[in-house]
């Protein structure tokens, strides 16, 4: 069973930062991270969960919804099994439960939540205008 567990959300002001930890555990994940491609999606009150990011297996390629391209980014450290989402300027339209989900049967990141087999509980985002 793969377990993923979300940190680092609050409340910043428009125009500032967040990073966003996703840190996995589990045997099976555990041992084979690598073999993971990975994502991060958001839902604010009454809306459909939305993807934000994705990074493949090895890292080297990454997609972003268009509403968070250049002021958000996705990386991965394999070493210690976590991805991170560096949130660099925050808009009051980025309030939302963040959630991290992993997938091991594709190689890039797709963007529908049923694509994805594990997902993290989330963590809350709120952004004072």
């Known amino acids: 069973q793969v377990q993923l567990v979300e940190s680092g959300g609050g409340l910043a002001r428009a125009g500032g930062s967040l990073r966003l930890s996703c840190r996995a555990s589990?045997?099976?994940?555990?041992?084979?991270?690598?073999?993971?491609?990975m994502a991060w999606f958001r839902q604010a009150p009454g809306e459909e969960r939305e993807f934000v990011a994705g990074?493949?297996?090895?890292?080297?390629?990454?997609d972003y919804t268009d509403s968070v391209k250049g002021r958000f980014s996705i990386s991965r450290d394999h070493d210690q099994n976590v991805i991170w989402l560096h949130m660099h300027i925050l808009n009051p339209e980025d309030a939302a439960l963040y959630y991290c989900?992993?997938?091991?049967?594709?190689?890039?990141?797709?963007?529908?939540?049923?694509?994805?087999?594990?997902w993290g509980q989330g963590t809350r985002v709120a952004v004072s205008s």
């Open positions: 989900a992993a997938e091991p049967t594709i190689t890039v990141p797709a963007r529908l939540p049923t694509d994805y087999q594990y």
């Open positions: 589990g045997r099976t994940l555990g041992y084979n991270f690598g073999l993971y491609t």
């Open positions: 990074i493949n297996q090895s890292g080297g390629r990454t």
